[in-house]
T-cell receptor
């Protein structure tokens, strides 16, 4: 059974700093990995999707990396801003495509102005 | 751009009542997923439909049922509601059975009193 863990559970950093969020998964036979953002009480916004054949994806100040063999992914946020404050979740699908995503436990990020 | 629509956005019910949640996928999306997110929890997959047929099933209680209609919208029916059913219920949609990244709706917040 796939288990997805995110460390730390919560993180507070001053505005402007670069930071890294971690995601670990137990079954390396994944099709892809997604990073989502969730604001309190709100829906999920997909940030980046990395296919299993890729090592990283970039979107603006965000960079996600994937190391399938070690079962790890990182989300790097450059020059953090207060608007980045949210919970960040990684998720992997059960099989081909995106059916039955297994979500990580999430990291609650607070950017201090 | 059109997004996934969920209705209602908020719902308050008493124990043992029934509730129906609706999801309208993005146009031309043929796959719908339902997730349940309890307070402080990560989203848990409930069930999915592809071309109006159930395609996968997760931890959905027997008291819940769902279907996808000819216009691709989906409904989650919940009976004999329990206090523990209070959660944020997300619907997501994708095209080609998840070959593309799913888009999540804003969620329906169900409170059972």
């Amino acid at each position: 059974k796939q288990e997805v863990t995110q460390i730390p559970a919560a993180l507070s950093v001053p505005e402007g700093e670069n930071l890294v969020l971690n995601c670990s998964f137990t079954d390396s036979a994944i099709y892809n990995l997604q990073w989502f953002r969730q604001d309190p009480g709100k829906g999920l916004t997909s940030l980046l999707l990395i296919q299993s054949s890729q090592r990283e994806q970039t979107s603006g100040r965000l960079n996600a990396s994937l190391d399938k063999s070690s079962g790890r992914s990182t989300l790097y946020i450059a020059a953090s801003q207060p608007g980045d404050s949210a919970t960040y979740l990684c998720a992997v699908p059960k099989n081909f495509g995106n059916e039955k995503l297994t979500f990580g436990t999430g990291t609650r990020l607070t950017i201090i102005p | 751009a059109a997004g996934v629509i969920q209705s209602p956005r908020h719902l308050i019910k008493e124990k043992r009542e029934t509730a129906t949640l609706k999801c309208y996928p993005i146009p031309r999306h043929d796959t719908v997923y339902w997730y349940q997110q309890g307070p402080g929890q990560d989203p848990q997959f409930l069930i999915s439909f592809y071309e109006k047929m159930q395609s996968d099933k997760g931890s959905i209680p027997d008291r819940f049922s769902a279907q996808q209609f000819s216009d691709y919208h989906s409904e989650l029916n919940m009976s004999s509601l329990e206090l523990g059913d209070s959660a944020l219920y997300f619907c997501a949609s994708s095209s080609q059975r998840g070959a593309n990244s799913p888009f999540f709706g804003p969620g329906t917040r169900l409170t059972v009193l």
